[in-house]
Structures are given as structure tokens and as C-alpha cells.
């Protein structure tokens, strides 16, 4: 008999779990015991963007932001509340691009919010401009 297992960075640790398909929502890091994956949107920064993106098989949804921008602000409690719409199937993570330049020059942002969906390291889709949380999971279910 033959498993299906998906790998997931651990928000916490950094760590690389393998994890069974479908018990995302119950799994615990292998190296420090906390929860591999929640249903709230991830904040990462340089180093943890890269590790997640490139070692995860968990499609990601990336909300690159900026704290002092009035949509981003408002789109912010939505983007949570798709979250937790979308887990375990998609991870939600977030990108300060004031604090991130490098990483929001990398992938050419010009505006903000911008959502760019991730699968297999790979982008796979990006919407620029603010939504509610209904049409962020509509559109993240449209391209996987």
C-alpha cells in the first residue's frame, strides 16, 4: 500500500516535514512539535519566502503588501478570512514589499496588493488590486 505524502516548511522552524495527504490540518513538525500548517496567512521575509516557495508542496498564495497602503489594509482581514476558507489546501502568506524590496523587484511588483499564486516553486497565477475573501478563494480554486 502506497501513501501519497506532500512536503511542508514548518512556519516555526523552517524545518521539512513530510506529511500524509490530506492530514495537512493535523501535523506536527518533526523538529520542534508545533503545527506545520494553520489557517491564518503566513508573515515571511527574505530567507523564509525562498524556503517555502522552493520547498513546499503545498500550493502557496502570496499577498504582496504594503502597511501603508489603504487597499492592502483593507484587503488584510479578507486575505484572513480566505485563509482559513482555503486551508488545508492552499497556504496563505503575506510579503511586505516596503520591508521585502528585493524580493517585490524579483517578481516585478508594481502595485500592491498583488496576489501571486505559487505551486511547485513555480508562479502559477497573479491578480493585482484588492478582493473580499470570497473572490480570493474563488480565484485561488480557478487556477489550481
Given amino acids: 500500500m502506497t501513501t501519497d505524502t506532500r512536503l511542508i ?16 490540518a493535523e501535523a506536527t513538525c518533526g523538529k520542534c512539535r508545533d503545527k506545520v500548517f494553520e489557517n491564518h496567512p503566513l508573515e515571511l521575509v527574505g530567507a523564509t519566502f525562498d524556503r517555502h516557495i522552493a520547498k513546499s508542496q503545498v500550493p502557496t498564495l502570496v499577498d504582496f503588501y504594503s502597511p501603508t497602503c489603504g487597499p492592502c489594509l483593507m484587503m488584510g482581514p479578507q486575505f484572513a478570512d480566505a ?4 486551508f488545508p489546501q492552499v497556504r496563505l502568506a503575506k510579503i511586505d514589499t516596503s520591508a521585502e524590496q ?19 516553486g513555480q508562479e502559477i497565477a497573479r491578480q493585482p488590486g484588492a478582493m473580499n475573501a470570497r473572490d480570493i478563494a474563488a480565484w485561488a480554486k480557478q487556477h489550481l
Avoid at 18 to 24: A, D, K, L, M, P
Avoid at 102 to 120: D, E, H, M, S
Fill in 9 to 24: 516548511v514548518c512556519p516555526h522552524c523552517g524545518a521539512i516535514n513530510r506529511v500524509q495527504t490530506g492530514r495537512e
Fill in 83 to 86: 485563509a482559513k476558507t482555503l
Fill in 102 to 120: 528585493t524580493i517585490a523587484a524579483r517578481f516585478g511588483i508594481q502595485a500592491v496588493p498583488t496576489l501571486i499564486l505559487f505551486k511547485n
